[in-house]
Nanobody, 116 residues
Protein backbone atom coordinates (compact mmCIF):
# COMPACT_ATOMS: atom_id res chain seq x y z
CA UNK A 1 0.00 0.00 0.00
CA UNK A 2 1.50 3.28 -1.12
CA UNK A 3 1.71 5.83 1.68
CA UNK A 4 2.99 9.41 1.68
CA UNK A 5 3.07 11.27 5.00
CA UNK A 6 4.05 14.93 5.14
CA UNK A 7 5.31 16.71 8.22
CA UNK A 8 7.09 19.90 9.22
CA UNK A 9 4.46 22.52 8.50
CA UNK A 10 3.50 25.26 10.92
CA UNK A 11 3.35 28.98 11.54
CA UNK A 12 6.40 31.03 10.55
CA UNK A 13 7.09 34.75 10.25
CA UNK A 14 7.83 36.34 6.87
CA UNK A 15 11.47 35.83 6.00
CA UNK A 16 11.65 32.66 8.04
CA UNK A 17 12.41 29.09 7.06
CA UNK A 18 10.82 25.66 7.32
CA UNK A 19 11.80 22.19 6.17
CA UNK A 20 9.05 19.81 5.12
CA UNK A 21 9.48 16.05 5.03
CA UNK A 22 7.52 13.36 3.24
CA UNK A 23 8.04 9.83 4.52
CA UNK A 24 7.01 7.15 2.06
CA UNK A 25 6.35 3.42 2.06
CA UNK A 26 4.77 0.71 -0.06
CA UNK A 27 6.78 1.20 -3.23
CA UNK A 28 10.35 1.26 -4.54
CA UNK A 29 11.21 4.83 -3.65
CA UNK A 30 14.40 5.12 -5.68
CA UNK A 31 12.59 4.15 -8.89
CA UNK A 32 10.21 7.11 -9.05
CA UNK A 33 10.38 10.86 -9.31
CA UNK A 34 8.86 12.86 -6.46
CA UNK A 35 7.11 16.19 -6.37
CA UNK A 36 5.80 18.83 -4.00
CA UNK A 37 2.59 20.70 -4.74
CA UNK A 38 0.78 23.37 -2.80
CA UNK A 39 -2.77 24.59 -2.62
CA UNK A 40 -3.71 27.96 -1.19
CA UNK A 41 -7.22 28.58 0.08
CA UNK A 42 -9.62 29.00 -2.82
CA UNK A 43 -6.99 28.21 -5.44
CA UNK A 44 -5.96 25.22 -7.49
CA UNK A 45 -3.22 22.84 -6.45
CA UNK A 46 0.00 23.71 -8.26
CA UNK A 47 3.33 22.00 -8.79
CA UNK A 48 6.18 23.80 -7.07
CA UNK A 49 9.13 21.39 -7.24
CA UNK A 50 10.11 17.97 -8.47
CA UNK A 51 13.16 15.74 -8.37
CA UNK A 52 14.23 12.74 -10.41
CA UNK A 53 14.99 9.30 -9.02
CA UNK A 54 18.67 9.86 -8.31
CA UNK A 55 18.42 13.61 -7.73
CA UNK A 56 20.11 14.36 -11.06
CA UNK A 57 17.46 16.87 -12.08
CA UNK A 58 15.28 19.24 -10.08
CA UNK A 59 12.72 21.73 -11.30
CA UNK A 60 10.99 24.62 -9.57
CA UNK A 61 8.05 26.87 -10.19
CA UNK A 62 9.06 30.46 -10.83
CA UNK A 63 7.31 31.54 -7.62
CA UNK A 64 9.73 29.55 -5.44
CA UNK A 65 12.90 29.39 -7.55
CA UNK A 66 15.94 30.48 -5.56
CA UNK A 67 14.12 30.17 -2.21
CA UNK A 68 13.02 26.52 -2.05
CA UNK A 69 15.16 23.39 -2.40
CA UNK A 70 13.84 19.89 -3.01
CA UNK A 71 15.98 16.93 -2.02
CA UNK A 72 15.61 13.24 -1.26
CA UNK A 73 17.21 10.51 0.80
CA UNK A 74 16.73 7.24 -1.04
CA UNK A 75 18.10 5.25 1.90
CA UNK A 76 15.32 6.64 4.11
CA UNK A 77 12.55 6.76 1.46
CA UNK A 78 12.01 10.41 2.23
CA UNK A 79 11.74 13.59 0.18
CA UNK A 80 12.27 17.06 1.61
CA UNK A 81 11.41 20.64 0.80
CA UNK A 82 13.56 23.33 2.41
CA UNK A 83 11.83 26.68 2.26
CA UNK A 84 13.73 29.90 2.89
CA UNK A 85 12.75 33.58 2.74
CA UNK A 86 9.11 32.66 3.21
CA UNK A 87 6.45 35.13 2.15
CA UNK A 88 2.78 35.44 3.15
CA UNK A 89 1.86 34.25 -0.35
CA UNK A 90 3.59 30.93 0.41
CA UNK A 91 0.77 30.16 2.84
CA UNK A 92 -0.84 26.92 1.64
CA UNK A 93 -1.27 23.24 2.28
CA UNK A 94 1.79 21.45 0.90
CA UNK A 95 1.39 18.01 -0.62
CA UNK A 96 3.85 15.28 -1.50
CA UNK A 97 3.13 13.47 -4.77
CA UNK A 98 4.35 10.66 -6.94
CA UNK A 99 3.12 8.76 -9.94
CA UNK A 100 3.43 5.00 -10.19
CA UNK A 101 2.18 2.98 -13.12
CA UNK A 102 0.19 5.96 -14.36
CA UNK A 103 -1.59 6.45 -11.04
CA UNK A 104 -1.20 9.55 -8.88
CA UNK A 105 -0.54 9.21 -5.17
CA UNK A 106 -0.84 12.04 -2.65
CA UNK A 107 -0.21 12.61 0.98
CA UNK A 108 -2.78 14.34 3.18
CA UNK A 109 -0.77 17.54 3.22
CA UNK A 110 0.82 19.78 5.82
CA UNK A 111 -0.25 23.38 6.42
CA UNK A 112 2.29 26.18 6.16
CA UNK A 113 1.18 29.60 7.38
CA UNK A 114 3.44 32.61 6.85
CA UNK A 115 2.27 35.50 8.98
CA UNK A 116 3.52 38.04 11.47
Amino acid sequence: QVQLVESGGGLVQPGGSLKLSCATSGFTFNSVAMSWYRQAAGKERVLIADITQRSVYTNYADAVKGRFTISRNNAKNTVFLKMNSLKPEDTAVYYCHTQIGGMDYWGKGTLVTVSS
